[in-house]
């Protein structure tokens, strides 16, 4: 590390088990994130920000007004431009060491595997099950961490999946849910929750320090406040995970 990085991250690095050690992890790790709206636009400014070295946006379509009260890697100014080249710029402004590929594409079997692959970590943030579930199988077939964080209305969720080991998306949904709507009620505040979230359990998984979440199912009610850590076993039958 640069002294300019050093200073830059020096109060993270005072956290016990993590230390320089733990930066220069981070440092040399590549994490995928499918979107950058309020969830994954919120994880990507928490990495970016804790000098994870390179991190890939994959995300589609041109920026709207009715974007701008959750998603905080965009710019009134940007409206009518391409989402994913204003986060690319906002992440770099933040923290210029850290290296940022913006894809103006969504999630698809087109381009899953070979994103997936450039990848030590996938955070899942797509409003659309199909996407979150073909992540979901790349992930498992190339052994790769995936980190799925979710909202609508006041509610948030996140869960940490390590093929092999934990149960993968497919294991409770193996099929996008048909009352699904692309369109629902959000709150950034909320979004945010679970972006910050799964930023922080990316890292822990990444520099193996802490607990992680890996094995359980966080989620969040911002109505009454109502906080579950809830365990998810395997299903064995899984079609996806289920012979791994």
């Not at 994490?31 to 969830?39: E, H, Q």
């Not at 930023?199 to 094995?215: H, P, R, T």
Request: aromatic content about 4%; proline content about 5%.
């Amino acid at each position: 590390m640069s002294p300019e990085e050093r200073q830059r991250y020096e109060w993270q690095m005072w956290t016990e088990g993590f230390g320089e050690a733990g930066q220069e992890k981070l440092k040399v790790s590549t994490v995928l994130i499918s979107r950058c709206g309020g969830v994954g636009g919120t994880a990507a400014l928490e990495l970016a920000a804790a000098g994870v070295g390179r991190i890939i946006l994959a995300h589609g379509g041109d920026l709207r007004l009715d974007d701008l009260n959750r998603q905080l890697l965009m710019t009134t100014a940007h409206v009518g431009k391409p989402r994913v080249d204003c986060a690319v710029t906002r992440l770099s402004e933040l923290n210029p060491n850290v290296e940022v590929i913006g894809v103006n594409e969504n999630i698809s079997e087109a381009n899953v595997e070979a994103l997936v692959q450039q990848a030590d970590l996938v955070i899942s943030a797509a409003p659309l099950f199909e996407e979150r579930l073909l992540m979901n199988r790349a992930c498992v077939q190339q052994g790769k961490p995936m980190v799925d964080a979710a909202m609508f209305d006041l509610q948030c969720s996140v869960m940490p999946i390590v093929p092999g080991q934990t149960a993968c998306l497919a294991c409770l949904t193996p099929q996008p849910p048909t009352w699904w709507k692309r369109e629902f009620p959000v709150f950034g505040a909320v979004s945010g929750t679970a972006g910050c979230i799964a930023a922080m359990e990316s890292m822990k998984l990444l520099v193996g320090f802490g607990e992680s979440l890996a094995g359980h199912l966080m989620a969040i009610d911002y109505r009454t406040m109502h906080c579950r850590k809830m365990a998810v076993a395997r299903d064995l039958s899984c079609p996806v995970c289920g012979g791994k």
